[in-house]
T-cell receptor
Framework: DGGITQSPKYLFRKEGQNVTLSCEQNLNHDAMYWYRQDPGQGLRLIYYSQIVNDFQKGDIAEGYSVSREKKESFPLTVTSAQKNPTAFYLC?????????????FGSGTRLTVV | AQSVAQPEDQVNVAEGNPLTVKCTYSVSGNPYLFWYVQYPNRGLQFLLKYITGDNLVKGSYGFEAEFNKSQTSFHLKKPSALVSDSALYFCAVRRTDSWGKLQFGAGTQVVVTP
């Protein structure tokens, strides 16, 4: 079955560490997105990518980095520069950026700083 | 600019009663409108979308939504709520003449009591 897979489901980070969250899709979707979700704040866009080898900053990109070397994969690195990384991270994909397509979401990764 | 407002942080309803979750939007031009549902520690699931045509849109799990252009609203409804409908609901919008990014509302927590 086609879908979008995020791993790991839970991740613990020590102060000063970089961690990478995986997002893989086998839907042949062009666009991919990373969102951060905090209680009471809805979804905030971190980075997005319309096509391979291209990505753009979203509203809260500071302290995060991404790559899009393959169409299927859009990993997110949470760097030590992100001062408050504890949150629920959601990856989404979209068939194409034109048209009336919505998003398909992964199941999320919960990151906790210990 | 485009924005979405969900004026209620939480909606409480008894099982079997009608459920309404409100959404208003602000977008220049014509909108594409979406509703998603999120269960605890899960990603968002697509419920329905409005693209054009009939103002009443039917979606998954017995939900429907009414598009009202004059009031710039897209309220989600269900005639008879179930306890299993308890979840977080998000409204999202994008302009029809812009590429794919969706703007999400802050979310409305629905609590259905037996």
């Amino acid at each position: 079955d086609g879908g979008i897979t995020q791993s790991p489901k839970y991740l613990f980070r020590k102060e000063g560490q970089n961690v990478t969250l995986s997002c893989e899709q086998n839907l042949n979707h062009d666009a991919m997105y990373w969102y951060r979700q905090d209680p009471g704040q809805g979804l905030r866009l971190i980075y997005y990518s319309q096509i391979v080898n291209d990505f753009q900053k979203g509203d809260i990109a500071e302290g995060y980095s991404v790559s899009r070397e393959k169409k299927e994969s859009f990993p997110l690195t949470v760097t030590s520069a992100q001062k408050n990384p504890t949150a629920f991270y959601l990856c989404a994909s979209q068939l194409a950026t034109g048209g009336d397509y919505g998003y398909t979401f992964g199941s999320g990764t919960r990151l906790t700083v210990v | 600019a485009q924005s979405v407002a969900q004026p209620e942080d939480q909606v409480n309803v008894a099982e079997g009663n009608p459920l309404t979750v409100k959404c208003t939007y602000s977008v220049s031009g014509n909108p594409y409108l979406f509703w998603y549902v999120q269960y605890p520690n899960r990603g968002l699931q697509f419920l329905l979308k409005y693209i054009t045509g009939d103002n009443l849109v039917k979606g998954s799990y017995g939900f429907e939504a009414e598009f009202n252009k004059s009031q710039t609203s897209f309220h989600l409804k269900k005639p008879s709520a179930l306890v299993s409908d308890s979840a977080l609901y998000f409204c999202a919008v994008r302009r029809t003449d812009s590429w794919g990014k969706l703007q999400f509302g802050a979310g409305t927590q629905v609590v259905v009591t037996p």
